[in-house]
């Protein structure tokens, strides 16, 4: 039955996310709890009639669940702030691509120009938002992405920005990925999809070498990131200044594979 092969492919995508849970110190109630949460969340915005939202009787029907817990369950929710999908970390590396990209703060060669405090400070403004400058200039610096100079000059050493494996930045984004994925092959696989369906696409063989490792990372290091600085450099050229227009949030991803038959 689908629904067998459904449960199957669940158990095996979720392997790699409790194995995470498990490392972290989060229990299976409070994995339970999320997961009564996301049910209860997602039945109530995506599968109510006529647009409108969903009662706990249909909740509970589409769920499994009580309407007496489908009501708590909403009180928790009503309670949880939204998070900005913006985080820190996106912030970086639009900054990172402003300066290697935006004619104002790149040479005639197309390289990154170093940039004075007050230049540095207008770029912050075009690229970061509200953050705070001083504690861009430190976070960029403690990560080796920039070089202070005399006079408090800055020059960029890298346009890509990774976190370090333990930092809650890479949580978050680990949380994001994941997301945007999972809601690719979800779109593909909704024959009531509003579109075509979207690119997703692997490349891998199951008899490689295992000495061949250390020289496939370094390959897809290599090609993968220049890939995406193109996907960026398009990103970046299309974006508007307009407060008006309707936006989209826009990209594309790659990751690594290396499965241990």
């Known amino acids: 039955m689908l629904q067998d092969i459904v449960k199957q492919s669940c158990r095996h995508f979720l392997r790699p996310i409790v194995r995470f849970l498990l490392r ?3 229990l299976w109630r409070d994995f339970a709890e999320l997961a009564k949460e996301t049910y209860v969340e997602i039945a109530r915005a995506e599968y109510g009639i ?3 939202p969903t009662n706990n009787s249909r909740v509970a029907m589409l769920t499994g669940l009580s309407r007496r817990e489908v009501a708590r369950v909403r009180d928790v929710l009503l309670q949880v702030v939204p998070q900005e999908e913006e985080r820190t970390g996106s912030r970086m590396a639009r900054i990172l691509t402003g300066w290697f990209t935006d004619p104002e703060f790149t040479s005639p060669d197309g ?3 170093t940039l004075s405090p007050v230049s540095f400070e207008i770029l912050l403004k075009c ?3 509200d953050l705070p400058h001083t504690a861009v200039r430190k976070e960029m610096i403690k ?17 890509d920005f990774v976190y370090s494996s333990l930092d809650p930045e890479i949580i978050r984004q680990m949380g994001i990925a994941l997301h945007d994925h999972a809601t690719t092959l979800d779109h593909n696989l909704d024959e009531d999809r509003s579109g075509k369906p979207r690119f997703e696409r692997l490349a891998d063989n199951a008899r490689i070498p295992a000495d061949a490792v ?3 990372q370094a390959f897809v290091e290599a090609r993968g990131m220049e890939f995406l600085k193109e996907v960026d450099t398009w990103l970046s050229d299309h974006q508007t200044q307009g407060q008006d227009a309707k936006t ?5 991803g790659a990751y690594l594979i290396h499965n241990d038959i």
């Open 248 to 252: 989209v949030r826009l990209g594309a």
């Open 143 to 159: 990560h080796g992405l920039v070089e202070e100079l005399d006079g408090g000059h800055l020059r960029v050493l890298h346009r």
């Open 214 to 216: 250390d020289e496939f």
């Open 127 to 129: 690229y970061a938002g």
């Open 50 to 52: 006529d647009g409108r």
């Open 111 to 113: 390289k990154p120009k």
């Open 24 to 26: 972290q110190g989060v």
